[in-house]
Nanobody, 125 residues
Framework: QVQLMESGGGSVQAGGSLRLSCTTSGFANSPGCMAWFRQAPGKEREGVAG????????YYADSVKGRFTISQDNAKKTVYLQMNSLKPEDTAMYYC??????????????????WGQGTQVTASS
């Protein structure tokens, strides 16, 4: 059974930093694409950052470029999202997502079959 477990959320002042972790289990083969999404109250879920796990290539939403970094530790089967210079508009529930295929990793949520439960991030001014 595939599972994704997020951790690391919390509350910080604007300008602060947090690091989210997502540990995977149950995959017969390593997922090809991993991504982080977020959903603020009353808003649609949006893609934040993605990673081709085999090549290490990354991609980001414009709203977080230069502030967020996605990375992985293959030995720990864990993907991270380092979030710096947090803004109040970054406040949301953050979700980790995975897909088996590594063909054209995107930030489209419909392309991901596996999801974590989410972890709350709050940045206050």
């Amino acid at each position: 059974q595939v599972q994704l477990m997020e951790s690391g959320g919390g509350s910080v002042q604007a300008g602060g930093s947090l690091r989210l972790s997502c540990t995977t289990s149950g995959f017969a083969n390593s997922p090809g694409c991993m991504a982080w999404f977020r959903q603020a109250p009353g808003k649609e879920r949006e893609g934040v950052a993605g990673l081709y796990t085999r090549s290490g290539s990354t991609y980001y939403a414009d709203s977080v470029k230069g502030r967020f970094t996605i990375s992985q530790d293959n030995a720990k089967k864990t993907v991270y999202l380092q979030m710096n210079s947090l803004k109040p508009e970054d406040t949301a529930m953050y979700y980790c997502a995975a897909r088996s295929s590594d063909w054209y990793c995107t930030l489209s949520e419909g392309k991901y079959a596996y999801w974590g439960q989410g972890t709350q991030v709050t940045a206050s001014s």
